[in-house]
């Protein structure tokens, strides 16, 4: 093994990614190090990238939270894993397993969580440290390429549709068919919803609806919550909101049925107004749900597994990741880009 790998590092936010000569990190002890296969790259990189949120990563660091790869070393003490297992370093890399939230499988708020490519450094690299107890196992059925996108966009729609409260055979909405979206599209019908998809691009709604969308709406229409309540007979049981735009938030909640749930996914930097005298005259709710735990992520990855669910994958090398993220900010990705490290 050769002591250096090639990484993309964010030297300054908002600036060009930095592709840099680096050492292998070491495991240290309950630590373990992964090699990397394949990793996807998400709109949550570029907003790590940009320093969009009010808790900035420091710099420097290397983002990419949808890592695949086999383990190849194990600090002292590592148990739950082995050398050779191939495992995914998602968003949340570890939590502290002991507070409230840990202990009732919220370990995604723990107060002490890290995470993957941003608090630590991730999966733009040809190697990642990671927790053992917090990745994700591949199920043996996909390859690490099918496998990247689903540890952060799969196990995030998935959990947001479950979070919908939305029952077999009731409607939901998914707002912004990218490499979340047109993943809960899938998630949507194999879980027995009917969907309507929402975006703004004429192409990936008629992806979605090759996904198995039933309607879709495109919200740059003249009134697109209209239009959805009509395709759902007055407004779905559940939305997801997986858009980077907060024009999508407002209509989002427009587009909920009485009694039905809004679930916030999307990350646009800022804040949205919110109609109070629909939301509290129609008894809506509006929730923020974030990635997924551990268990959710084993039943994201087991719909791939099953043939239910399948990524669709732009591959690049990881030295394209500057034209990949001018991409996705133009909103010009149809799907998910995976780098892939096989590539090289
Ligand atoms: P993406 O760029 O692949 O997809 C975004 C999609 O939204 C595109 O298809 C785009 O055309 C569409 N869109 C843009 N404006 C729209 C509008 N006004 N109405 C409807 N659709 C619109 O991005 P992604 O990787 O799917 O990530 C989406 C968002 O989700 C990002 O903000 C990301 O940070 C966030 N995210 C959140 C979590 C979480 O745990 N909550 C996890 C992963 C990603
Ligand atoms: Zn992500
Ligand atoms: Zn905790």
Same mark, same amino acid.
């Given at each position: 093994m050769s002591r250096k790998m090639q990484a993309a590092v964010v030297?300054?936010?908002g600036q060009s990614l930095v592709i840099q000569e680096l050492d292998i990190p070491t495991p240290g002890p309950g630590q373990i190090l992964v090699q990397t296969e394949a990793c996807g790259v998400c709109h949550t990189d570029l907003h790590a990238a940009h320093g969009d949120w009010p808790e900035k990563p420091s710099l420097p660091f290397i983002p990419g939270h949808e890592g695949i790869g086999r383990v190849v070393a194990l600090g002292a003490g590592v148990t739950a894993v082995k050398e050779g297992d191939r495992v995914g370093v998602p968003?949340?890399? =570890?939590?502290?397993?002991?507070c409230e939230y840990c202990l009732s499988a919220?370990?995604?708020?723990?107060? %002490?969580a890290q995470f993957g490519g941003y608090t630590k450094n991730g999966g733009f690299a040809e190697y990642i440290v990671a927790d053992p107890n917090y990745v994700a196992h591949v199920p043996a059925g996909l390859s690490a390429i099918e496998a990247a996108p689903l540890i952060c966009a799969g196990v995030t729609s998935y959990k947001g549709l479950k979070e919908t409260g939305a029952r077999p055979g009731q409607w939901v909405v998914v707002s912004g068919i990218g490499g979340l979206g047109h993943l809960a599209v899938q998630y949507g019908r194999a879980m027995g919803l009917r969907v309507c998809a929402v975006d703004i691009d004429d192409g990936k709604l008629a992806h979605a609806k090759r996904l198995g969308a039933e309607a879709i709406v495109n919200a %740059?229409? =003249?009134n697109p919550v209209a239009a959805v309540r009509q395709a759902t007979d007055g407004g779905a049981h559940g939305v997801l909101i997986t858009a980077p735009s907060l024009a999508a938030f407002k209509q989002g909640v427009g587009m909920t049925r009485r009694r039905g749930t809004c679930v916030l996914v999307g990350l646009p930097p800022g804040e949205f107004p919110t109609p109070l005298f629909d939301v509290v005259a129609s008894c809506i709710t509006i929730r923020g749900s974030f990635v997924g735990n551990r268990q959710d992520m084993a039943e994201a990855l087991g719909f791939a597994a099953e043939g239910k669910v399948k990524a669709d994958i732009e591959l690049q090398p990881l030295s394209a990741i500057n034209s990949v993220f001018e991409r996705l900010l133009r909103g010009d990705v149809p799907s998910r880009v995976v780098l892939d490290f096989s590539a090289q």
């Open positions: 030297e300054q936010f968003w949340l890399y =570890s939590a502290c397993g002991h919220w370990e995604t708020v723990c107060a %002490k %740059k229409g =003249s």
